[in-house]
């Protein structure tokens, strides 16, 4: 018997790589033949579904047969380079297409922008299909493979990824793997009663079951959607809804639930995206009586789309969002010989970073940034001030605890501070998900405005500004030398500040993170030619920076990486090593002048943003100002 059950497997396995094969010039069969045991062996462990099994490798043959010439050609480039994303000239921007340039074609028309902005790398953010009212920002998705009507169709996202090709730009998207609208084809028919389709999500007929998922799983959104199920009272039956309650939790038990995510995943893919952008990975898969968050099976269903795309498409890139302490984003990338995610958010760091902003004291960032820097360098982080969700304060509480900062009183100084309440704040946002029994909520706000540019502004004081803009460069700076990619968040390069327009939309007010999410002011664009606006000076700035770090081989991801103490705790301290070349990065955390006290090794330095000689010893650094101090 088991002789004849692996002689039926290597027959439908030389059949599918013999179809395919004849197609083309082997390089399918090559792949497929590579990862053919293991893409098996994986699927079965979760499935042991043959027959599905043998459906998902005929359909990846036929993903791989519709992909364009052009895809197929940078995917040989790619596998020929595989450290091709690894470049120190990589710099990254997030927009939303309606507010950047209102459709996928009004983005194309301002890719020249982007280039001088140096950007080559672009994350679009959700575009598509989603119910009006119900999206979550465009993360309730009710077709994978329609863009919403206001910003185009398929075709102008396809026009507009062969754009950003030529042009050396290269386009992320959101793939929203966990949960559907409830307005998507299945969720419509599960809501009639088809039992192929309830299958495919999470129904109980009473609250039985539902009580005991949530006696350990936590809840997303305390506040505005408590617990992580709905009762849905025409069908009489729970769902499932970990975030909202239109969104509703794909069943991953289910194999044509992975089957079809995978289509959908190849067809974006084929749509020209390099950058394929899980959201919400950790909660794909559901046990009972866990925390439904980080299981092992997450990891498989990770490492299969790994194959599958190393199998059709390896030059695509998967970017793991997963929002989580550091030692459990860690895990996402797999091992060196089983990778999962090639790209991960630094989330960890970032919180801290405005933490430390709000503190002046860079001790618990100087420890998380060693944490970061001691990881393997195959693992490369997005590094970013801003983005477009909240900001959570999931900070290392235990360090904390050990200098005195109790986690609630910490967590609402921090929201005070960044609302400009306390501690001597300039920053202006607002507070969102606050859940007034735990004392818990996150943060709102875009960078300008957190540094103290809107409030400036607003009071005319042309002091209180430039120190603002100091301290947004200087962020900036110490982000660029962290190792991975630097990603700014669309309009962050001009200064834009918060929007609070979003409270006269139905649609919005309740969801204070459209605070950050404002149209982009093209008017203000206009200025950064003028060196003496608040546009003109931090675009300069700005780009004078992302020159430095392309030049400087210092700055590549094979850099060693650390930091050295200041003894000062308002000032941090990050050297990076290439060969002979040193970088001694200084940053003042503090509005007032601080002393780093440092000795380098001797020898001179040269500070690379003014040109001027300098000595790397007991460095005098100005109020939120910093130094790149480069070994001559």
Known sequence: MGKKKKKKKEVIKEGIIQAVAAEDTGEFARRFEAYHDELRWLYME??????????????????????????????RKREADPGWYKQNDMLGMMLYIDNFAGTLNGVKEKLSYLEQCRVNYIHLMPFLETPKGRSDGGYAVSDFRKVQKKLGTMEDLEGLTA?????????????V??????????????????????????FFENSYIPSLYENTVPQVFPTTAPGNFTWLPEQKHFVMTSFYPYQWDLNYKNPRVFNEMMYNFLYLANRGIDVIRIDAVPYIWKELNTQCRNLPQVHTIVRLMRIISEIVCPGILLLGEVVMEPEKVTPYFGTVEKPECHMLYNVTTMATTWHTVATRDVSLLKKQLDTVFNLPREYLFLNYLRCHDDIGWGLDYGTLAQNGMEERAHKKY?????QGYAGESNSRGELYNADP??????????????????????????????????LDVMLHAYMFVQSGIPVLYSGDEIGQVNDYSYKEDPDKAGDSRYLHRGALDWDLTARISDKNSVQGRLFDRLGQLEEIRRREKVFGSDASVHTAETWDRSVLCVERCFGKEKLVALFNFSETEKTAWIEAEDGEYLDLVSGQPMRAKDVKVPGYGFYYLKKR
Not at 163 to 175: L, N, Q
């Open 163 to 175: 754009a950003c090709h030529e042009k050396g730009i290269r386009v992320c998207m959101d793939f």
């Open 414 to 418: 921090l929201n005070d501070y960044f």
């Open 46 to 75: 979760l499935y042991d579904n043959g027959s599905m099994f043998a459906e998902l490798c005929d359909r990846l043959g036929q993903f791989y047969r519709e992909r364009s010439a052009a895809l197929k050609e940078s995917d």
């Open 177 to 202: 793997m966990n949960h559907t609208s409830e307005d998507h084809e299945w969720a419509v028919k599960a809501r009639e009663g088809d039992g192929e389709y309830m299958s495919r999500y999470f």
């Open 437 to 470: 029994i735990t004392g818990d909520a996150r943060f709102c706000g875009t960078t300008a405005s957190m540094c103290g540019i809107e409030k400036a502004g607003f009071e005319q004081d042309d002091a209180a500004m430039e120190r603002a803009i100091r």
